[in-house]
């Protein structure tokens, strides 16, 4: 069985002080819900290490928006600081998007894909996609998808036609500072 990720990431038990936010937005650029989930306090940073890279994900202050394109078959969640530095762009490859209780998720297939503002590009999990495969947890056609997806993706960013990492910053702004009216929802924990 794949695993559903939501956009609100509710059971995140070392977020111990938060507020999320989401909107759907309907643009020239991009189409499908975008969330922001502003990181008030945790019980403790997390790191991730990339190379000789280590980066900070999870902070005091910190915020991740997360994309959730219609249609599509991947997310992305962009990780700022709490200086509003973006720390790193984050891509899960996915089967699909929806929508449940207001909450939009995503069913993840495995692969990553990581970009540093260095412009470094990390593809991660694909021994975590090959045990799927081997455990009879996707088939062959969502095996093949996943790295289709990968593939593209990569591509992208490569040549620089992946709008949505030049996108997060306003996007981020536009949640941050309530500048979008109606089809939004604000919750604090």
Same mark, same amino acid.
């Given at each position: 069985?794949?695993?559903?990720?939501?956009?609100?990431?509710?059971?995140?038990?070392?977020?111990?002080?938060?507020? &999320?936010?989401?909107?759907?937005?309907?643009?020239?650029?991009?189409?499908?819900?975008?969330?922001?989930?502003?990181?008030?306090?945790?019980?403790?940073?997390? &790191?991730?290490?990339?190379?000789?890279?280590?980066?900070?994900?999870?902070?005091?202050?910190?915020?991740?928006?997360?994309?959730?394109?219609?249609?599509?078959?991947?997310?992305?969640?962009?990780? &700022?600081?709490?200086?509003?530095?973006?720390?790193?762009?984050?891509?899960?490859?996915?089967?699909?998007?929806?929508?449940?209780?207001?909450?939009?998720?995503?069913?993840?297939?495995?692969?990553?894909?990581?970009?540093?503002?260095?412009?470094?590009? &990390?593809?991660?999990?694909?021994?975590?996609?090959?045990?799927?495969?081997?455990?009879?947890?996707?088939?062959?056609?969502?095996?093949?998808?996943?790295?289709?997806?990968?593939?593209?993706?990569?591509?992208?960013?490569?040549?620089?036609?992946?709008?949505?990492?030049?996108?997060?910053?306003?996007?981020?702004?536009?949640?941050?500072?309530?500048?979008?009216?109606?089809?939004?929802?604000?919750?604090?924990?």
């Amino acid at each position: 069985m794949l695993k559903r990720k939501y956009g609100d990431r509710a059971g995140w038990k070392r977020v111990l002080n938060r507020e &999320f936010r989401q909107i759907f937005l309907d643009s020239d650029e991009f189409t499908g819900s975008i969330t922001l989930l502003q990181i008030r306090k945790v019980t403790e940073p997390s &790191f991730v290490q990339y190379g000789d890279t280590r980066v900070c994900i999870v902070d005091d202050g910190y915020c991740w928006l997360q994309h959730f394109p219609k249609d599509q078959h991947y997310s992305l969640t962009t990780m &700022f600081n709490a200086k509003g530095e973006i720390v790193q762009w984050y891509i899960d490859i996915c089967k699909e998007i929806g929508i449940e209780n207001d909450r939009p998720w995503m069913d993840d297939l495995f692969l990553d894909i990581v970009v540093l503002p260095s412009g470094e590009i &990390f593809l991660k999990d694909e021994d975590e996609l090959e045990e799927a495969l081997e455990n009879g947890i996707l088939d062959k056609d969502l095996y093949q998808l996943a790295w289709k997806e990968a593939d593209h993706m990569e591509e992208l960013i490569r040549s620089e036609q992946f709008p949505l990492l030049k996108l997060s910053k306003e996007h981020m702004k536009m949640l941050y500072n309530d500048r979008i009216l109606g089809d939004e929802e604000v919750q604090n924990e």
